[in-house]
Structure formats: structure tokens, C-alpha cells
């Protein structure tokens, strides 16, 4: 499976400060999260959803994760982390490849990303036109 990704979406982690606050930083990526926290009861990658999983609105999927993150997932998370586990949620229910960008250093002129992908995604980056492997 290859992912395409285009370096010019709004990025998790940013050293920029965000005006939020930090609500909108992500504190619990969600691939490592989900297997640390999720997968004891959920299967890894989700292995244990029933075929109904992938199917619930987003609204009703969101109110799910949070409930689940909150309460046996021991995790406090933000707004920021409930939507990233639901996306990643979702990629797993609809076994789409999925990636997350962790953190980003955009201050100088050589970018560096670092950030996690399920398992056997062969990602490449395209940035201003050039794309290439990772």
C-alpha cells in the first residue's frame, strides 16, 4: 500500500506555539496510543472491531473514542487527541493506510518530521512538485 502525503497540511506537534493554549497539540499519538493503551481489549490494529465498528456516524464514533479514552483507556486526552484517535479509528475500521506527523521543525530550510504509520505503509513525500521515498 503507498500513501502519498502533502507537506502542506496544519501538523501535530509544530514547535510553533499553537494560540490555543496547546489544546490543539496532540499529546497521545494515536498508532502507539491505540497499541499501548487500546489494543488489549481491541485487538492489535483493531483486529477485534466487529464489521458494525465501521459504520457509525463520526459524531457517534468521536463520542465512543472519548468515552473510551477517558474511562478504560486511563488517558486524559484533548480535543486535538480525540480527533486524531478517531481518524485513526476510522483508517483501521476501513483498512485504509494511515499516518500521523508527530512532530515537525519548519524553522529552517531542511524540514524534519517524524511520526507513525500502521504497520507495512510504504509512504512517500511530495513537497513542491518532487516526491520521495521514505
Known amino acids: 500500500m503507498v500513501l502519498l502525503v502533502a507537506l502542506s497540511f496544519a501538523l501535530s506537534g509544530n514547535k510553533n506555539k499553537p494560540k490555543d493554549g496547546g489544546a490543539g497539540i496532540v499529546k497521545y499519538p494515536p498508532v502507539s496510543t491505540f497499541e499501548s493503551s487500546c489494543a488489549r ?22 463520542k465512543l473514542i472519548s468515552e473510551m479514552m477517558n474511562g478504560p483507556g486511563g488517558l486524559n486526552p484533548n480535543q486535538a487527541d480525540i480527533a486524531a484517535m478517531t ?5 483501521l475500521a476501513q483498512h485504509k493506510p494511515f499516518i500521523f506527523i508527530t512532530s515537525a521543525d519548519t524553522a529552517t530550510d531542511s524540514i524534519n518530521y517524524s511520526g507513525e504509520s500502521i504497520p507495512g505503509t510504504i509512504l512517500s513525500l511530495t513537497s513542491k512538485g ?3 521515498p521514505c
Open 87 to 91: 481518524a485513526y479509528n476510522k483508517a
Open 130 to 132: 518532487e516526491t520521495r
Open 41 to 62: 481489549c481491541h485487538g492489535p490494529q483493531g483486529s477485534f472491531y466487529g464489521n458494525t465498528f465501521g459504520q457509525l456516524p463520526d459524531q457517534e464514533l468521536e
